[in-house]
């Protein structure tokens, strides 16, 4: 695998600066964005004492179908020069768009999008241009940061490697040395990290590269139990 270069053309300070400036009433601030996304990841995955494999599925599905409908509709949307306008509709002959549901209406409500300006540019046709799109430009949109490492074979597979993934840093952890996540905690990991899987799937989806597929790994070192690799699979 090779690894490919992240590196932005201009400086993120001055975006960050610019973001404060630009937000919207419509967004809310990504701390409570992140908590109310455990919660209904709480909300919707089934207890210990009633957790059949059908039921987690079921769960991990809706989790992923919210992440999914964020990823299509502001993958779009960061790159129209007014951030407050809203994406074309999905085709609804499209396999891929999801019908109106609590998932895609929980999504337009709480999607955080601090829009990063200048605009960034691509090529449509090109995955490779596409995924570092979504590397830098979206993650910042939806997390606050940047994937720290992108990796790929040239043939459609992709890795992409956090290594503080935002939402898993609320997550309990052991009190050894060095920490670790609890059981309990990797249980609700694994159901976090659905939403960024479904979000890339979108994502990829928004931009014509529907036949994706995502899928996670933890990398834990035991330093860092954020450290985490999203692996994209982009089949012709």
Known sequence: MESVSLESNYDRSVDREINLQTLSTAYVNRDIFELLLNEIISTVSPSASSSTTSSSEASAALIEAMGYSVGVRVAPLLLLPDMTSSPPPSDPSDPDALPPSVASSVAENITPLPPPPPLPSIDPGNSLSIVKYLCKDLWVGVFGKQIDKLQT????????????????????????????????????????LAYPCGLIRGALSSFGFGNSVVSCDFLNDGRNVESTSFNIRIQS
């Open 153 to 192: 074979n040239h043939r459609g597979v992709f890795v992409l490697k956090d290594y503080s993934f935002t939402l898993l840093k609320r997550l309990p952890t052991t009190s050894t040395t060095p920490p670790t996540l609890t059981d309990a905690s990797r249980i609700q990991a694994i159901r976090i």
